[in-house]
């Protein structure tokens, strides 16, 4: 409790920096450094080999959305080119991908102070491949 009779939620981070932190719904920094803020689609999986076309969505906020698709596991993270969104009107958003995976997963996020998305929607186009690896000896 403070002087003026307010009680804050204050927070210590054990760094050993001996700061104090008051939580701040407010904020879009950490002491000038990003918060940053992401979402990351589940797996999409096939028994088979699945080609992985395009990546549609309808987002909107400020500054730029990263994209990153996920083939396999989370250790394989191949960064896509992001988009530069906007706060106004629709923003219908795509981008080609072309992975052929039987597993494959999505994040969208920021990491810029003062930068944030919205996602209302996100289809990430497939169908069978017409490739498929063989194995063996020729």
């Known amino acids: 409790e403070r002087t003026n009779d307010n009680i804050e939620f204050?927070?210590?981070?054990?760094?050993?920096?001996?700061?104090?932190?008051?939580?701040?719904?407010?904020?879009?920094?950490?002491?000038g450094a990003a918060i940053d803020s992401f979402y990351q689609t589940g797996y999409a999986t096939s028994p088979t080999r699945i080609l992985w076309g395009y990546l549609s969505a309808n987002i909107n906020g400020d500054g730029t959305?990263?994209?990153?698709?996920?083939?396999?596991?989370?250790?394989?993270?191949?960064?896509?080119r992001g988009w530069t969104i906007s706060e106004f009107g629709s923003n219908n958003k795509e981008r080609q991908t072309q992975v052929i995976r039987e597993r494959v997963s999505v994040k969208v996020g920021t990491n810029y102070a003062g930068h944030h998305f919205?996602?209302?929607?996100?289809?990430?186009?497939?169908?069978?491949?017409?490739?498929?690896?063989?194995?063996?000896?020729?």
Request: cysteine-free; overall charge negative.
């Open 65 to 80: 959305a990263q994209l990153y698709e996920y083939k396999g596991d989370q250790n394989t993270a191949r960064p896509l």
């Open 118 to 138: 919205s996602l209302q929607g996100l289809y990430l186009w497939m169908r069978p491949a017409t490739t498929q690896l063989i194995r063996g000896r020729n």
């Open 10 to 31: 204050l927070i210590g981070n054990n760094n050993g920096s001996g700061l104090i932190y008051l939580l701040d719904d407010d904020s879009a920094d950490d002491e």
